[in-house]
């Protein structure tokens, strides 16, 4: 894999960590009541960063394999 492609594979590997830990954060009990109310509902929601993750894992996927 060209080194363009594999720096590409790890950020995006750290990004899956990033947003699956942000994701089991704001599933937890008690942290939607402690965020502000005039936060991005987007950006507060579990569900946006599971869609980021599948994305993310389609993209390594995809420069992985056109190598």
């Given at each position: 894999?060209?080194?363009?492609k594999?720096?590409?594979?790890?950020?995006?590997?750290?990004?899956?960590?990033?947003?699956?830990?942000?994701?089991?954060?704001?599933?937890?009990?008690?942290?939607?009541?402690?965020?502000?109310?005039?936060?991005?509902?987007?950006?507060?929601?579990?569900?946006?960063?599971?869609?980021?993750?599948?994305e993310?894992?389609?993209?390594?996927?995809?420069?992985?394999?056109?190598?």
């Amino acid at each position: 894999m060209h080194d363009a492609k594999q720096q590409a594979v790890r950020f995006l590997e750290k990004e899956i960590k990033t947003y699956t830990a942000l994701s089991l954060f704001l599933s937890k009990k008690g942290v939607r009541e402690h965020l502000r109310a005039s936060a991005n509902k987007a950006l507060t929601s579990p569900s946006f960063y599971k869609e980021r993750m599948k994305e993310a894992k389609k993209l390594v996927h995809e420069l992985r394999k056109s190598d």
